[in-house]
């Protein structure tokens, strides 16, 4: 048995960049670029201390002391090609080309050392490297057409993704200063996936109080993933072919001037991140790694939806859905010795829900935003070996931002959150969590020009704090980010304000960039 502490810091630096051209070719067809991207470089440094115990007589006979140390950067790059026809009869046609280039290059220095808890005197010691670079393409075509038919509007399209991911994983044992490289450990994971869509939706209205929405998407995905090494085994190619409908539909009932109800249905699918899916075992320290799962499932969520809307300001939305195989973050134990962090597919998640939403003017100098959001949520599974799921919890959240105009051009802005204890990632337990930023507005130059000064976590209360019981193993965490910032943000606009402003579109790999980055990871609320 072992009982371990460690803390953890984690840097980085982001650039984004975003720029782009139309050129109208005539009123009704329109050519567009894109290219959006990111650089970000980030280091991790992480230290614990392990208690290793005489499971029998309950004395502690080592202390494992160990620290992480790792560098790393991203760069992500997207190039997007879009045209785009539209006429006066309401028919619109949008096709997509795009391509997405992610590179992250990775290392760690991973030392390890035993000490008798009471000398200090050094007993063992365990020094690792390793080297995990990741390359991933992506390759997007979308084409969706919309015009008017039998009094509603037919949309028809479809989509096409292929991804490439490269994975290398290098791992070293350092002796006397240098690294030697350890062919058993040391293995590449390569994962394709393709991609092929279609859907049609209609919406139109019955009468004059109520309006049907209906649609379908038919999808076919195929997928491989390989991982190759110097010890193979009979999982390490997992491939699959799977095809699936996903309806929705909708209907919206105007009562009256005042009242408006909205009933829907939707199916929907979320795919792992490919990181997530990669089942390199990257160390933490001796005792201690986090991998990913080649089997993990994509999650299916069916959502039913009942909403009201009063004088077109106030809203309240009742909700229930239904997750299968949910991404859960589960803290596991390889053996009695070692644990290990992964994501896995929990048999369901329930969610029952209601929001309520008010834009609020209080005075003419004071309006506000008030949102609240209550929700039980209940995880059931069962992994086997005594390793169940079973938990419940009751939970809500408060979003408020208030304005104050204190002269003409002049604003000041107070918003803050609080959460309720809730359960996070399927396993983890979180304590509650608020703070509160506060602001102040300037506009300039007969309003062509703005200034803001905004601080963010004014009582530096922007701290997380979470426990894990599962498999045997008990897990407590805690972190917070870099949540107290200083802003300064100036805007100017200059230019012939009568030139027709840019489009503002989505470009078709926007869903699958989602997946690019990690989404495990304790404290990633």
């Known amino acids: 048995a072992y009982d371990q502490k460690s803390i953890s810091h984690y840097q980085d630096k982001t650039h984004n960049f975003k720029a782009g051209a139309d050129y109208f070719l005539n009123k009704k067809n329109t050519l567009g670029f894109i290219i959006t991207g990111n650089f970000n470089d980030n280091t991790s440094d992480a230290a614990s201390n392990t208690l290793i115990i005489h499971e029998n007589t309950g004395i502690v006979y080592e ?23 539209a006429d006066t009869s309401g028919t619109e046609l949008n096709i997509d080309g795009d391509i997405v280039n992610f590179r992250r290059t990775g290392t760690s220095y991973q030392p390890n050392f035993y000490r008798e808890p009471v000398t200090n005197i ?6 690792y490297r390793n080297n995990t670079p990741t390359d991933i393409n992506i390759y997007t075509f979308k084409i969706d057409y919309e015009r008017s038919f039998y009094k509603g509007k037919l949309g028809l399209g479809g989509k096409y993704t292929d991804v490439k991911t490269k994975n290398i994983f290098d791992f070293y044992n350092v002796y006397e200063g240098n690294d030697f490289k350890d062919l058993q450990r040391s293995n590449k994971f390569n994962y394709d996936e393709n991609v092929n869509a279609l859907y049609i939706n209609y919406n139109r209205p019955l009468n004059t109080k109520i309006t049907a929405q209906a649609g379908i998407r038919l999808e076919n995905t195929v997928s491989e993933g390989n991982l190759i090494s110097n010890n193979p085994q009979p999982d390490d190619n997992v491939k699959r072919n799977y095809t699936d409908l996903f309806p929705s539909g909708a209907l919206t009932y105007i009562m009256n001037a005042k009242n408006t109800f909205n009933l829907s249905y939707s ?7 490919y990181q997530d899916l990669n089942p390199f075992e990257n160390k933490l320290d001796e005792l201690t790694y986090e991998k990913g799962n080649a089997f993990l499932r994509p999650q299916y969520t069916n959502s039913y939806q009942l909403s009201h809307t009063f004088l077109s300001r106030y809203t309240t939305v009742l909700g229930y859905s239904h997750i299968k195989d949910f991404f859960a973050q589960i803290i596991d134990t390889a053996d009695k010795n070692r644990s290990f962090i992964t994501q896995k597919n929990i048999a369901e998640q329930n969610i029952y829900s209601i929001n309520i939403s008010a834009p609020l003017t209080i005075t003419k100098w004071w309006n506000a935003f008030l949102t609240f959001n209550g929700y039980h949520s209940a995880y059931i599974a069962d992994f086997g070996d005594g ?8 939970a809500f959240s408060f979003f408020g931002q208030q304005t104050f105009t204190i002269k003409k051009g002049t604003t000041f802005e107070l918003s803050g959150f609080f959460n309720s204890p809730t359960i996070w990632g399927g396993t983890f337990k979180t304590n509650s969590i608020g703070l509160v930023d506060v602001g102040v507005q300037q506009k300039l130059f007969k309003e062509q020009g703005n200034i803001k000064i905004s601080f963010s976590d004014l009582f530096h209360t922007g701290k997380w704090k979470g426990t894990s019981d599962y498999g045997g193993a008990y897990t407590e965490a805690s972190g917070r980010w870099e949540s107290q910032q200083l802003k300064v943000n100036f805007t100017y606009r200059f230019g012939n304000t009568m030139v027709k402003a840019a489009r503002q579109r989505k470009t078709a790999s926007e869903e699958d960039n989602k997946r690019l980055n990690k989404s495990g990871g304790i404290g990633n609320q």
């Open 63 to 85: 202390i494992l002391y160990a620290s992480n140390y790792i560098p790393g950067n991203r760069t992500n790059i997207d190039y997007n090609l879009n045209y785009r026809y």
């Open 122 to 127: 050094l007993l063992d010691e365990k020094i």
């Open 267 to 273: 199916r929907r699918i979320d795919r792992p991140s």
């Open 387 to 394: 390793k169940k799921i079973d938990l419940n919890v009751n």
